[in-house]
């Protein structure tokens, strides 16, 4: 595959994929996604760092699609996006997220997906997907709450909070802040490289695994959320920089 929305750099054991789109912040597409997967699947089974570049590791789904998007194809957009973030726990090897700038919505579900995070102190973290009347759709209910708990997720996400670096490292939801954080992120790699290949492996497995994910669940509900008439109030709102006011109650 011609990769044509990211960055590849080899050395014997690391892998480093870099987000780099046209876009500044660097917003998720399928297609992005799946150039992801195809580096990560031919690289030989190195350790994985994958990180953004320019303003952001990656500010989410682009919303300008999502203002024409029927629920059928919400649904497929987040199956497809849930294919390829379970690929993640297949993969034999860590996957790390080196991230700086901002990791909002399907960005931070992509950066959630990766088996550690390691962040830049100015790091501005969310699952905002609720003030677009919408709810995230790629994993992120699931993960932030098996990473976070059920009370923080439920107010993360619930009141779509945006949160700092070192929030996210007292929630456990990032291991490390620094600088540098590519430079940790590649400390990390190599120490898990000297590391025994088959015992790395099953542990990664058994960290990973849990059987009673609700990912299909999370993909119907937010499908649903696209036939809901908050859907076109929120992402307007957000196009035209105006607050999103929603109803109340049920109708
Ligand atoms: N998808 C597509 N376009 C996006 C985007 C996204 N996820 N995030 C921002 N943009 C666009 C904005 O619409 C704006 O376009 P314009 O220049 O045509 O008006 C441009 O990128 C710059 O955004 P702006 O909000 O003006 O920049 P900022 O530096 O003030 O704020 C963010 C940056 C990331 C904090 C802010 O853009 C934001 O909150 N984005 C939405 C994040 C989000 O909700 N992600 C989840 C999506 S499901």
Redesign the pocket.
Known sequence: MAYREIGIEDTDQVRTITIKRE???N??TIDLLSEIQDAVSNSGERIIIITGSN??F?????????MDMDSAKAYSFAMKGHEIMNFFNSYPRPIIAAIH??A?????ELALACDMRVAHPAT?F????I??G?L??FGGTQRLTKIAGEGRAMDLIGR?L?FNAQEALSMGIVNYIAEDYLGKSMEIAVDFAAKPIQSLKFVKHLVRSRPDDMYSMEAEYFARSFDHPDRKAGISA??E?KPARFAQRKQ
């Open positions: 876009n500044p912040l917003p998720i303003k952001a990656s500010a989410g789904a682009d919303i300008k699609g999502f700038g901002f909002l919505g399907g960005g931070f501005v969310g699952l905002p997907e003030t677009l919408i995230p759709g779509g945006r957000f196009l920089k």
